[in-house]
């Protein structure tokens, strides 16, 4: 049974800095592209980031590019977001996913292309 934690959230201030954490068992996590996505109170799922099975290719929202960088330790089973210069609007449940195999990354931004997903983390961004 795949299941993947993800940690790592927290209140912070703006401009602060926070790192997710997403591990992932019960599935050969190497094989597999992952996402970060999040989803704030009354709004849709939305895409954050994604990083194909290696850690060679990313692919960013705009709302993040510059700040946030994904990555992987496939050895520990572990993907990452670096979340630099956070802002209220970044105030989110963060969700890692693991996507379905054979998708272009450019597909790897709609949610449907995703099958397993964590619980989230809640992240909190202080004026």
């Known amino acids: 049974q795949a299941q993947l934690v993800e940690s790592g959230g927290g209140l912070v201030q703006a401009g602060g800095s926070l790192r997710l954490s997403c591990e992932a068992s019960?599935?050969?996590?190497?094989?597999?592209?992952m996402g970060w996505f999040r989803q704030a109170p009354g709004k849709a799922r939305e895409f954050v980031a994604t990083?194909?099975?290696?850690?060679?290719?990313?692919y960013y929202a705009d709302s993040v590019k510059g700040r946030f960088t994904i990555s992987r330790d496939n050895a520990k089973n572990t993907l990452y977001l670096q979340m630099n210069v956070l802002k209220p609007e970044d105030t989110a449940v963060y969700y890692c996913a693991t996507a379905l195999r054979g998708q272009p990354m450019s597909a790897l931004s709609n949610p449907s292309q995703y099958l397993y997903w964590g619980q989230g983390t809640q992240v909190t961004v202080s004026s």
């Open positions: 990083i194909n099975w290696s850690g060679s290719s990313t």
């Open positions: 019960g599935l050969t996590f190497s094989n597999y592209a």
